[in-house]
């Protein structure tokens, strides 16, 4: 087993650095993360936000897919390089998935007293996360945001149905006055039983994409179960429509939960 367990105690979040410390020149969205690393959906996603935060990685939109890649200017990224290329050469085992992407050219030895200083804060704080992954689920797991909505009701995560997570899904969003229109779709509309690949949700209207995505993080969090959406705005959506697009055409030929509004 690799040394670095013993500095970096979560396994999501050892995963996803070795795989953008070693391919900087890369940027992955979310679910393309999850496969290459094999860690699951929802704790890849808290380690992607946790690493965004720290300021290591930086987040773009591109279509409906939300990329991530390594911020060249971090002021320890040599430092960290090293660390995860020494300790994958160690244990050859916990190397980074390969990929058909370009691999950073070797850097510097040069480490500012400034430099060291912000290393050791970064690590006080990934220390910190990470002992508050040990605490009981009860915790909030980025205690630093607050809820989106104060007074949402907690969910006992477990074995949530369809038309719990609809009615979930209602109750967050209805007063949400920038989302007019959101329907859950696909597999999830036939059954009562949660596919174990998660909820398809179509949201129209003009929320932020950082918001809805940290509402949508706030519901995963709560009910354990996964929500792959698809947010247009309400032009694009109305466009879209009228050009007849093959996934609006889909969706609405096939069955769907309206969460809320109509067409």
Do not use: C
């Not at 860690?39 to 987040?59: D, F, M």
């Not at 992954?133 to 945001?145: D, F, H, R």
């Not at 696909?186 to 179509?202: F, H, M, W």
């Amino acid at each position: 087993m690799s040394v670095l367990r013993y500095f970096i105690t979560s396994k999501a979040k050892r995963s996803v650095l070795k795989l953008f410390l070693s391919h900087a020149d890369s940027a992955f969205y979310t679910r393309e993360v999850a496969r290459l690393t094999a860690e699951p959906l929802n704790a890849v996603r808290r380690e992607l936000g946790y690493l965004e935060k720290a300021g290591l990685l930086h987040s773009y939109m591109q279509g409906n897919l939300k990329y991530y890649h390594i911020v060249k200017s971090f002021p320890v990224l040599a430092e960290w390089q090293k660390i995860i290329l020494l300790t994958s050469n160690v244990d050859e085992k916990q190397s980074p998935p390969a990929v058909e992407k370009s691999v950073p050219a070797a850097v510097p030895d040069i480490q500012t007293k400034q430099d060291i200083a912000l290393e050791e804060e970064i690590i006080s704080e990934l220390e910190e996360e990470e002992a508050a992954e040990q605490e009981p689920e009860k915790a909030e797991p980025m205690p630093q945001e607050e809820p989106v909505a104060a007074d949402s009701p907690p969910y006992q995560t477990g074995a949530i149905t369809t038309p719990a997570i609809v009615d979930i899904l209602h109750n967050e969003f209805q007063p949400v006055s920038t989302i007019t229109l959101a329907v859950v779709h696909g597999e999830a509309a036939y059954s009562d039983s949660i596919p174990e690949e998660g909820v398809d949700l179509l949201v129209v209207g003009d929320i932020p994409s950082d918001s809805l995505m940290k509402l949508l993080s706030h519901i995963e969090d709560d009910t354990g179960v996964a929500i792959n959406v698809v947010r247009m705005t309400r032009s694009d959506f109305d466009y879209r429509t009228a050009k007849n697009d093959p996934l609006i055409r889909r969706i609405w030929s096939q069955k769907k939960l309206i969460v809320k509004g109509r067409n």
